[in-house]
């Protein structure tokens, strides 16, 4: 983690796109700017809450330990998301660690500042509170999909949900690139069983993979697997 001297725009994160403008030049004389390399941590779970991050540039893993040494992806943050949040409140701990996917550049609100912005700028309040209405319901369906849905379907839901948030690039795969591990522990199942399906899915048609990267081509086949259940 360094420093990064040349900011923000103040215009393109969650918290100055819903503050009022009268606030901007106070967060501009509170936010600090970093830049994170690629799985540097930029919180640690089980670390005190010291404030928020706002990402300006990159993505970054929101994970958990899953056992002694497995992890579970819970969400998947990208430019102008806001990772950190939730240490706020309970205990002051971060139950979650957050790891740069790649570069990243992200602004850092101390907890005080950050209370400060809610009590005054009553639309990102209540912006704020839909979003985490919105990650909770999430949070609540991979839980369900876990416990009803099949490994494939987990994966193929993984894949779809990737697609939908990050687009394509130019040669039509999808805009991230997640290792096997990281994509199984986005799907909840071991890097073994990910390696083997994807493979399938591959020599089958559904997918084409291009170096670390992959494409969907048979979309219609890759959701039936969504509606498979375990017996």
């Known amino acids: 983690m360094k420093k990064n001297k040349n900011g923000c725009d103040l215009q393109s994160c969650f918290l100055c796109k819903q503050s009022l403008p009268e606030w901007l030049p106070a967060i501009a004389a509170h936010k600090k700017t970093y830049t994170y390399k690629k799985g540097e941590l930029l919180f640690k779970e089980g670390e005190k809450v010291e404030g928020v991050y706002f990402i300006n540039e990159g993505k970054v893993k929101v994970h958990k ?12 943050a990208n430019k102008g998301a806001i990772v950190g949040h939730r240490g706020l409140g309970g ?12 570069n990243v550049d992200a602004c850092f609100i101390d907890l005080a500042f ?14 704020l509170l839909m979003f985490f209405a919105d990650e ?6 991979k839980m369900r999909n876990m416990a009803h849905m099949t490994v494939k379907g987990r994966i193929a839901q993984c894949l779809l949900s990737l697609h939908e948030k990050f687009g394509t690039s130019s040669d039509g795969c999808i805009d991230i690139v997640l290792s096997r591990q990281d994509l199984a522990s986005f799907a909840g199942t ?3 069983t990910v390696f083997r399906i994807i493979n399938d899915l591959a020599n089958t048609n559904v997918i084409e993979l291009v170096g670390k990267n ?4 048979n979309y219609a086949l890759l959701q039936s697997f969504i509606q498979e259940t375990e017996e």
């Open 65 to 76: 330990q899953w056992g002694p040494e497995k992890e579970l992806i819970v969400r998947i």
């Open 91 to 102: 205990d002051g701990f971060y139950p979650v660690s957050g790891t740069a996917l790649e």
């Open 114 to 127: 950050f209370e400060s912005t809610l009590k005054v700028n009553h639309q990102f309040t209540i912006n």
């Open 136 to 141: 909770l319901q999430e949070s609540e369906r």
């Open 190 to 192: 071991t890097y073994e």
């Open 214 to 217: 992959i494409k969907i081509t």
